[in-house]
């Protein structure tokens, strides 16, 4: 049974980069026989409304690809990534912000074995980072996103580094562990956010190629999916999807990706 329960019981990649979090008894549901409740695998996907399972994504490259920057004066500075460069037929799921605290998504991105990278913004989460450390112990790193999801482009260095470094310092007194990655709200920076990403410890700065809106995933540019597309979506609810929960909508996103040939990888492997 190759084709099931992608990362339920067992180790999500097969590489030997250890950095993601070891899997958390208790959160992480062990092995049962298949169609058992413990494997929350074998049909977990026809519980979510998808036709088939998640494919297990391919094993991540050995070295990391090199990332473009963004001109010759960005030497030093983070590189920008709207794009890994591959072509395994792999997408990288990013959800941002974090104003949708719905408990049933847990439940989903558990039993599916859903990969994604979340780009916090405190302002939104309040006193609710333990919906998100739930999301973290499944293996979803919580990344960086600024203290109030402010348009950086144009700010002054002081105020950028404040937006930055302070997400960064809530995130790792939540978490025990420093983001990485760092996404400007909006997709609005500047030289500025750079050099203080660059201060604030940001290995990477992560854009996106597609984004999943209300009904559908929108591009930009061409008609669908590339290899190693960065997608965006949100911690969104019912007020903001016109109705729909946010497992419905995510639901509406992997069938999306699966219906493109593509699955779903973890970011922080390739980036
Ligand atoms: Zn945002």
Redesign the pocket.
């Known amino acids: 049974m190759t084709t099931e329960g992608p990362r339920a019981a067992g180790p999500r990649t097969a590489g030997p980069r250890p950095c993601r979090p070891p899997a958390t008894p208790g959160v992480r549901p062990p092995a049962g026989p298949p169609g058992s409740a413990l494997t929350g695998a074998s049909d977990a996907y026809r519980r979510w409304g998808l036709d088939r399972p998640l494919a297990r994504p391919p094993a991540p490259p050995d070295v990391k690809p090199a990332l473009g920057r963004s001109g010759p004066q960005q030497w030093g500075l983070p590189p920008i990534v709207r794009r890994v460069p591959t072509d395994r037929r792999v997408v990288f799921v990013t959800i941002?912000?974090g104003i949708e605290k719905d408990p049933r998504f847990v439940e989903q991105a558990r039993e599916l074995g859903l990969p994604f990278t979340g780009?916090l913004?405190d302002n939104v989460i309040g006193t609710h980072y333990d919906y998100f450390d739930q999301l973290r112990l499944l293996g979803n790193p919580m990344e960086n996103?600024t203290l109030t999801?402010p348009s950086l482009a144009g700010m002054a260095y002081d105020d950028q580094v404040r937006e930055i470094c302070g997400q960064r310092d809530i995130l790792w007194h939540r978490f025990g562990q420093q983001p990485k990655l760092f996404?400007p709200?909006?997709g609005e920076y500047d030289d500025t956010t750079l050099r203080a990403a660059s201060f604030c410890g940001v290995r990477t700065v992560v854009l996106w190629r597609a984004e999943m809106e209300t009904h559908g995933l929108a591009y930009r540019s061409g008609d669908h999916l590339l290899p190693g597309d960065i997608v965006l979506a949100?911690f969104r609810g019912p007020e903001q999807l016109e109705g729909q929960s946010m497992t419905e909508w995510i639901t509406g996103l992997v069938r999306a990706i699966q219906a493109q040939g593509f699955t779903i990888g973890r970011l922080e492997d390739y980036v």
Request: proline share 10%; aromatic share 20%; net charge negative.
């Open positions: 941002d912000d780009f913004t996103h999801h996404r709200p909006f949100h």
